[in-house]
Nanobody, 129 residues
Framework: QVQLVESGGGLVQAGGSLRLSCAASGRTFSAYTMAWFRQAPGKERDFIAAISWSGGSIYYSYYADSVKGRFTISRDNAKNTLYLQMNSLKPEDTAVYYC???????????????????WGQGTQVTVSS
């Protein structure tokens, strides 16, 4: 199973930017569709973005409507690392952010947190108004 460790969270003012990273170890990183979820206090864990790799330079990315145009997901298979660039941050983006790994065979279900094989420990992102 793959192991995941997030970093890059912190406190930022509204309108600012942060970049989250997720370092993977263990099984072959490229065999997984990778995703970011977030969970605010008292709320469910919500899908943010996912990215799959089909070989060569072919990547497919998917976004929740709430972050489309502001957040960008990317991956570096050579470094076994997933990224989330977050721009134009809003107070409602405040949450614990988690990265997760999904075998490519289940990519169609990327929005469902219950189908993911592995999760990181989470990193706190706080956006002040």
């Amino acid at each position: 199973q793959v192991q995941l460790v997030e970093s890059g969270g912190g406190l930022v003012q509204a309108g600012g930017s942060l970049r989250l990273s997720c370092a993977a170890s263990g099984r072959t990183f490229s065999a997984y569709t990778m995703a970011w979820f977030r969970q605010a206090p008292g709320k469910e864990r919500d899908f943010i973005a996912a990215i799959s790799w089909s070989g060569g330079s072919i990547y497919y990315s998917y976004y929740a409507d709430s972050v489309k145009g502001r957040f960008t997901i990317s991956r570096d298979n050579a470094k076994n690392t997933l990224y989330l660039q977050m721009n134009s941050l809003k107070p409602e983006d405040t949450a614990v952010y988690y990265c997760a790994a999904l075998p490519n065979s289940r990519t169609d279900y990327y929005r469902d947190p219950n189908v993911y094989d592995a999760w990181g420990q989470g990193t706190q992102v706080t956006v002040s108004s």
